[in-house]
């Protein structure tokens, strides 16, 4: 079965600070987009690799062999949009990934395409174990059952005919591909989730990625 990597990197990332968008900011001697690709590029069962970037950015692509590159748009769904219609011709499944987890690990990939094998769509999530409160006004409020609550994570896998029509068909703006994949009917099966798989969203989120990915490496 061929499968496909989609990376998400149009997005401009205001919340992480600093002078430039999240993904082109240095971790562990690399660019966290170059991180997130390599990861993807390196795995056997990968067969391409198509990266979303804004316009002001496609300069900066980095230079892998095969990778594909296309622009997004204005949300995060045009871009996914974007990138399925870049996806080669005979490819059967995509993984869609944020590039904000550059800490994405082989096991994980391999989870969600073995899981490929009998579903429409899987995606790592990792089982809420805290306590939920409901706040306001800087005070808690209540309290929210965690039962059958889930961190949910990417990448998400889908057989690329039926997450393309749905994104086809969807209407208003997501939170992620699963939103759009179950408005369309798709089961998604869930698969174990990944502490270190940690999206890079504010400005002490670099360091914990960096050190992540440096444990990893012997450093």
């Not at 871009?79 to 499944?93: C, F, H």
């Not at 409901?134 to 690329?160: C, E, I, M, Y």
Request: net charge negative; proline share 4%.
């Amino acid at each position: 079965m061929s499968n496909a990597a989609l990376i998400v990197a149009a997005g401009r990332g205001t919340r992480a600070g600093g002078e430039v968008p999240k993904q082109w900011r240095k971790i562990a001697g690399q660019p966290v987009v170059a991180h997130t690709l390599q990861a993807f590029a390196a795995h056997p069962a990968i067969s391409s690799v198509i990266l979303v970037l804004h316009q002001d950015d496609l300069h900066l692509a980095p230079s892998i062999d095969g990778l594909t590159v296309t622009t997004g748009g204005a949300e995060r769904s045009d871009s996914v949009k974007l990138g399925l219609q870049a996806i080669p011709t005979g490819t059967k499944t995509v993984l869609i990934h944020d590039v904000a987890r550059p800490c994405v690990t082989d096991q994980t990939i391999t989870n969600i395409i073995a899981a490929l094998g009998t579903a429409d769509g899987a995606a790592p999530a990792l089982t809420v174990t805290d306590a939920l409160w409901t706040g306001a006004g800087g005070v808690v409020t209540g309290t929210q059952d965690r039962n059958g609550l889930f961190r949910a994570q990417t990448p998400q896998g889908f057989k690329l005919d039926a997450i393309t029509a749905a994104h086809a068909a969807f209407v208003g703006v997501a939170a992620d591909d699963v939103e759009v994949a179950r408005a369309a009917g798709i089961t998604v099966a869930i698969v174990d989730g990944d502490e270190d798989n940690l999206k890079i969203t504010l400005p002490a989120d670099f360091a914990r990625a960096e050190q992540i990915l440096e444990r990893r490496n012997g450093h």
